[in-house]
């Protein structure tokens, strides 16, 4: 599989692409940790939201999917009506589902959206929102350009 570095100004550029998409109002962003954090907070600053929690989820180790996905770090969301939930990728989708499955079941009167930057269409699920399809393994600049 082609490695594709992701660079800032791209994800600049699909973020402004992605919040033109949107059209439902949220209290909360809540992105996933970590693949969704620089999105959760650049969204919470243009949507001016200071309720910018995480919800953390192991499926990879490295490049290698895990066979399950274990979700924590649940905030504590019992006086909000509408999070968007906010993640890189929706690759295989089975991270998405955990989340949702595990939040549903906590806060079952809480509306649910969800977007990322990347989706590719074979995933179980399909985000609220989506810009665009990865061609090849991400390797985004949050993970790379420290190294």
Not at 61 to 74: A, M, Q, R, S, Y
Request: proline content about 5%.
């Amino acid at each position: 599989m082609s490695k594709i570095y992701y660079p800032y100004k791209e994800f600049k550029e699909d973020l402004k692409a992605l919040t033109h998409n949107i059209d439902q109002e949220f209290e909360v962003i809540l992105p996933i940790a970590r693949g969704g954090l620089s999105m959760g907070q650049m969204l919470g600053e243009y949507y001016n939201i200071r309720k910018v929690y995480a919800i953390n989820t192991i499926g990879y180790n490295g490049t290698k999917k895990l066979d399950e996905v274990t979700v924590f770090n649940i905030p504590n969301l019992s006086e909000i009506k509408r999070v968007l939930i906010v993640d890189d990728i929706v690759d295989s989708g089975e991270t998405l589902v955990e989340v949702l499955k595990v939040l549903e079941s906590k806060y079952p009167m809480i509306e649910f959206y969800t977007a990322s930057i990347f989706y590719k269409p074979t995933a179980i699920i399909e985000p609220t929102w989506w810009v665009k399809e990865p061609k090849g393994w991400i390797e985004f600049f949050w993970s790379e350009d420290l190294k």
